[in-house]
């Protein structure tokens, strides 16, 4: 080993195991050359190596400080199945790919990020995300697109502004995304539901309710829904853009997980919308990871200028390091690399996921998607809180859905099943321990 690499490695073992705390001065490079018995260039080698890696930082005729003496640790592996969580699989992700990103970010827009930028986002990677939209079949002029704090801004923003129809109520499927019901009760929102099935909305009552209710905008998750794991075929597509258009209506179509569509055929409904009736929303939270905080928000002329005003009062802009991260990211291809690997992951582990349901669900309603999730619909005997309690005991995590409904609304007994933290072999070992539990008396009502 090279002397530096040994004066390295010393200096690294004393930051993690706390000698040197966070913030800690590390002793001079005098104090060091004498200590290791070596010339100063080798100590700075040493150093330099450190800072590269981000464990210590220098400060001019200060020295030198340790940043953090925490260590990175794999979550250990556990028994649990858990079937409960949604977050995406933290390991498929490239990290040390995203770090050079963020650090030449930093580096090459320094003048940016001193800035206050723009209530639309930062132009390059507007331009950048205006070509990844057009291969979601998404083509919109560069004005209609707008950067946001993640996806849940855009609908934080679109559910409190005022709409062109000036209307107020808002119609969403129920069950629908649970941080979003959140959002309508926690501030008290005019809302309404429309009962979602694994066969999709009843078109009638949808009718209904835009002819009859004073409804602003409908929000819906066509592909892939949270938490049924469903997709609207193409006659109901259709059907909900004709009635948007006849009742005026507008429509937000949260395309959270367009990344995972495998069907070339399965444009979301903003390809079809000749009346500017549709906002369409994409999220990066599954595809890279929730932290990044960027959402797209591609939004019909008549309502970009009521939009930046509320976006303006709300954060200025978008944080401006994770805009440049994810520019570069974009352009240098590694976002459409790391796509099809997490993408492939998703779809082993779908394709088990929705073999075991109907290997040892079959009798039950559930989605057909081939998706990281999916749901059965339980019988109304069931005792879901004895249930889910029952199979915790037997190491599998579950969650009910009732906070993916409003409060006044009807909670069907659905059982969602996730499968994204879930290790490939044991997807099928967690549906058959569902399925004995279901055949257990104790988890009925009497």
Not at 377 to 387: G, H, I
Request: hydrophobic residues 40%; aromatic residues 12%.
């Amino acid at each position: 080993m090279l002397k530096y690499e040994s004066i390295y490695q010393s200096l690294l073992m004393q930051i993690q195991s706390g000698i040197f705390a966070t913030g800690a001065k590390i002793p001079s490079i005098r104090t060091l050359t004498e200590q290791y018995d070596c010339s100063k260039s080798t100590v700075l080698t040493a150093l330099k190596k450190l800072e590269e890696q981000h464990i210590i930082y220098a400060l001019p005729k200060s020295g030198y400080y340790v940043v953090d003496n925490h260590v990175f640790t794999p979550p250990l592996s556990t028994d649990i199945i858990d079937f409960a969580t949604s977050s995406p699989t933290w390991h498929a992700f490239p990290y040390k790919e995203f770090q050079h990103c963020i650090n030449k970010a930093i580096d090459t827009y320094q003048e940016e990020l001193f800035r206050y930028g723009t209530p639309k986002g930062w132009p390059p990677l507007i331009a950048e995300a205006k070509e990844l939209l057009e291969s979601y079949q998404v083509f919109a002029q560069t004005e209609q697109i707008l950067i946001t704090t993640g996806v849940q801004q855009a609908l934080s923003l679109l559910s409190i502004m005022p709409f062109p129809n000036n209307r107020t109520t808002i119609l969403v499927e129920q069950p629908s995304y649970h941080l979003y019901m959140d959002m309508l009760k926690t501030f008290q929102l005019p809302a309404i539901g429309i009962k979602r099935t694994a066969n999709g909305i009843d078109l009638n009552r949808l009718e209904q309710l835009f002819q009859t209710e004073d409804i602003k905008f409908f929000y819906t998750m066509p592909r892939f829904h949270n938490p049924l794991g469903t997709s609207y075929d193409k006659k109901q597509k259709e059907a909900i853009l004709q009635l948007a258009h006849k009742y005026n209506v507008y429509i937000i179509e949260d395309d959270y997980i367009a990344d995972f569509e495998t069907n070339s055929k399965n444009d979301p409904l903003f390809t079809e919308d000749y009346h500017e009736k549709v906002i369409y929303l994409k999220s990066f939270s599954k595809v890279l990871f929730p932290g990044l905080r960027v959402g797209l928000a591609v939004l019909p002329p008549a309502l970009i200028d009521m939009f930046q005003k509320y976006k303006m009062t709300t954060d200025i802009d978008s944080s401006m390091i994770s805009q440049a991260a994810l520019y570069l990211y974009l352009k240098n291809g590694l976002f459409e690399h790391n796509k099809t690997k997490v993408s492939d992951i998703y779809q082993v582990r779908g394709k088990i996921l929705h073999q075991s349901i109907q290997d040892h669900l079959s009798m039950y309603e559930s989605s057909g998607e081939i998706v990281m999730h999916s749901h059965i619909l339980l019988p109304k005997r069931v005792n879901l809180p004895t249930f889910i309690a029952h199979l915790h005991q037997d190491g599998i995590l579950l969650d009910s859905v009732n906070k993916n409904y409003l409060d006044d609304f009807y909670n069907e007994r659905i059982l969602k099943l996730n499968v994204s933290s879930v290790e490939v072999h044991r997807i099928d070992e967690g549906i058959k321990k569902v399925a004995s539990a279901l055949k257990n008396p104790r988890n009925y009502f009497l």
